[in-house]
């Protein structure tokens, strides 16, 4: 069993899912989350009396919070012993987090390059990739704990870190979106039952390819191919379905024809 103890600060959909996937690897993992009770809680009087005794606290609240909860913890603590807390945002600065160095915290962000739709149980630690930015000379610290855990990360510089969040929304939030739009128009093709199982047929397919051959060159289709004659079809269909999604794939297609010469 890990010796680790190890607070998430807010167990939502990011704070939930990592204190299962915490739990399973033997780490002794507790959560707060205002107003709730039962396994694995704490009150927040309870946290506030015992906060030196936890190795990590992993603050799991939306942006916006943030500072709020780092002004509560400043008001309402002494000082800790060199303890490590990291928040989870994909674009805030792990300097919003400064106030607590003068309470003896390192601090740092730890931002997962994942999905979270939901809390889910079933996910493991080592399937989730993470992004951290901290001060070069907390990194030792923090490597230490993070060899311990189990977590598989990448250091990216604080400025780097709106590139880095960007890249995720195109990967996970525009795939969404577009894949919504297929499955629209497989509707719109007079499909009813199917459409997810021909959805991730050819989603999988592509994700093979992807892996299979790399990303920085892989791609198919009528853009990639100079196919005007299918590209002029497919936007004379758009122009009078969608103007939205003809601007969308006019865009697109531009960007492949560009992009992947």
Request: charged share 25%; net charge positive.
């Given at each position: 069993?890990?010796?680790?103890?190890?607070?998430?600060?807010?167990?939502?959909?990011?704070?939930?899912?990592?204190?299962?996937?915490?739990?399973?690897?033997?780490?002794?993992?507790?959560?707060?989350?205002?107003?709730?009770?039962?396994?694995?809680?704490?009150?927040?009087?309870?946290?506030?009396?015992?906060?030196?005794?936890?190795?990590?606290?992993?603050?799991?609240?939306?942006?916006?919070?943030?500072?709020?909860?780092?002004?509560?913890?400043?008001?309402?603590?002494?000082?800790?012993?060199?303890?490590?807390i990291l928040h989870t945002s994909g674009t805030i600065s792990?300097?919003?987090?400064?106030?607590?160095?003068?309470?003896?915290?390192?601090?740092?962000?730890?931002?997962?390059?994942?999905?979270?739709?939901?809390?889910?149980?079933?996910?493991?630690?080592?399937?989730?990739?993470?992004?951290?930015?901290?001060?070069?000379?907390?990194?030792?610290?923090?490597?230490?704990?993070?060899?311990?855990?189990?977590?598989?990360?990448?250091?990216?510089?604080?400025?780097?870190?709106?590139?880095?969040?960007?890249?995720?929304?195109?990967?996970?939030?525009?795939?969404?979106?577009?894949?919504?739009?297929?499955?629209?128009?497989l509707e719109y093709s007079g499909f009813r039952d199917k459409?997810?199982?021909?959805?991730?047929?050819?989603?999988?397919?592509?994700?093979?390819?992807?892996?299979?051959?790399?990303?920085?060159?892989?791609?198919?289709?009528?853009?990639?191919?100079?196919?005007?004659?299918?590209?002029?079809?497919?936007?004379?269909?758009?122009?009078?379905?969608?103007?939205?999604?003809?601007?969308?794939?006019?865009?697109?297609?531009?960007?492949?024809?560009?992009?992947?010469?």
């Amino acid at each position: 069993r890990n010796s680790l103890k190890i607070l998430i600060y807010g167990a939502g959909r990011v704070g939930g899912t990592l204190y299962y996937t915490l739990k399973k690897r033997g780490v002794e993992a507790f959560r707060y989350s205002r107003g709730k009770t039962g396994a694995g809680y704490l009150s927040l009087d309870r946290i506030l009396r015992s906060i030196d005794s936890f190795d990590l606290i992993i603050l799991s609240v939306p942006d916006m919070n943030i500072e709020v909860v780092v002004n509560e913890l400043y008001r309402s603590i002494d000082r800790v012993s060199n303890r490590v807390i990291l928040h989870t945002s994909g674009t805030i600065s792990y300097r919003v987090l400064d106030p607590l160095i003068e309470k003896g915290f390192i601090t740092g962000s730890l931002h997962p390059y994942f999905s979270f739709y939901r809390i889910r149980r079933d996910v493991n630690l080592e399937d989730i990739c993470f992004g951290l930015s901290c001060e070069k000379n907390s990194l030792k610290r923090i490597e230490g704990l993070f060899n311990k855990i189990g977590i598989n990360y990448e250091f990216i510089l604080d400025e780097k870190r709106v590139p880095y969040h960007i890249s995720a929304v195109f990967v996970s939030n525009f795939t969404a979106l577009l894949l919504r739009i297929a499955f629209e128009l497989l509707e719109y093709s007079g499909f009813r039952d199917k459409r997810e199982d021909f959805i991730f047929s050819l989603l999988n397919s592509t994700l093979y390819n992807l892996k299979r051959f790399g990303i920085e060159k892989t791609i198919t289709g009528p853009a990639i191919r100079g196919d005007m004659r299918v590209l002029n079809i497919h936007k004379g269909f758009l122009k009078g379905y969608n103007r939205l999604y003809l601007r969308l794939y006019t865009l697109v297609s531009n960007l492949i024809m560009t992009l992947y010469k």
